[in-house]
Nanobody, 114 residues
Framework: QVQLVESGGGLVQAGGSLRLSCAAS????????MAWYRRAPGKQRDLVAA???????NYADSVKGRFTISRDNAKNAVYLQMNSLTPEDTAVYYC????????WGQGTQVTVSS
């Protein structure tokens, strides 16, 4: 069974930084593109960033230049470094494969105060 455990969220002031981590199990991690998604209050869950098996990355326009996604295949982990945070980044953040598996973790809450 796929398990995805996100961590690293918290409350931060605008302009601050956070680093999210995700531990994945139950999948052959190294062959799966991985991604971070987020769901802001009252909105649908959106793709934020993706990292492919060869290491290439892709970002939503709203986070380009501020967020960096990375992966560690030896640890079955994916990370999201978030800098220059704004209140618009407030959301629950989830990791998953790309495209998504049928499983979701509990997510990690990121709250950015103005």
């Amino acid at each position: 069974q796929v398990q995805l455990v996100e961590s690293g969220g918290g409350l931060v002031q605008a302009g601050g930084s956070l680093r999210l981590s995700c531990a994945a199990s139950g999948i052959i991690f190294s062959i799966n593109p991985m991604a971070w998604y987020r769901r802001a209050p009252g909105k649908q869950r959106d793709l934020v960033a993706a990292v492919f098996t060869g290491g290439s990355t892709n970002y939503a326009d709203s986070v380009k230049g501020r967020f960096t996604i990375s992966r560690d295949n030896a640890k079955n982990a994916v990370y999201l470094q978030m800098n220059s945070l704004t209140p618009e980044d407030t959301a629950v953040y989830y990791c998953n494969t790309l495209p998504t598996s049928g499983y979701w973790g509990q997510g990690t809450q990121v709250t950015v105060s103005s």
